[in-house]
């Protein structure tokens, strides 16, 4: 973490160099921006702790952990597909269930089923695109989720 925050700091004073006002008109709107998402990563951040403290870690590993099997794969699609979470929550969130015994199989299916699947956007998804597109993207996505899990699963030697 220290290298990169070297590296970061010489890449500001580099462009600080080139061009001092638009360096210091984008700080400010990266600060901006931060500031107005702050609310919402923290309240997320939040309801994520309590939720993680109220759910035992043996109840985790008993549903998603390593001998969790097939129903693992499936619990976490089916979680991923519905939730609503910006992937700067879901990474930390991931590392944390990871730690609480998650294998990284069903870790992938839910960061990718996360990203790609819009349960609760198909809606407003197949008002743009028409329902049928709508549900063969989510389908395909889902399957390509779960190809992946199988990949990460295996290339880890723990499928």
């Known amino acids: 973490m220290t290298g990169f925050s070297v590296f970061i700091a010489i890449m ?3 462009s600080l160099l080139a061009d001092r006002k638009r360096t210091w008109d984008g700080i400010k709107k990266g600060v901006n921006m931060f500031v107005n998402i702050l609310p919402t990563l923290l309240t997320v951040m939040v309801l994520m ?3 993680l403290y109220f759910i035992p870690a043996s109840v985790i590993r008993e549903y998603l952990g390593e001998h969790a099997g097939v129903g693992g794969f499936f619990i976490a699609a089916g979680i991923g597909s519905i939730a609503l979470m910006p ?3 879901a990474y930390p969130l991931s590392s944390v269930l990871m730690k609480q015994g998650v294998s ?16 609760v956007t198909l809606p407003l998804e197949a008002r743009f695109f028409g329902m049928k597109a709508a549900l063969l993207r989510n389908a ?12 990460v699963g295996l290339s880890y030697g723990r499928l």
């Open 49 to 51: 702790a309590v939720c």
């Open 12 to 14: 500001i004073l580099v």
């Open 104 to 119: 990284v199989a069903v870790i992938a299916v839910f960061i990718t089923t996360l990203m790609m699947v819009g349960t």
């Open 140 to 151: 395909l996505s889902l399957l390509g989720a779960i190809l992946v899990a199988v990949l």
């Open 87 to 89: 992937g700067f929550i």
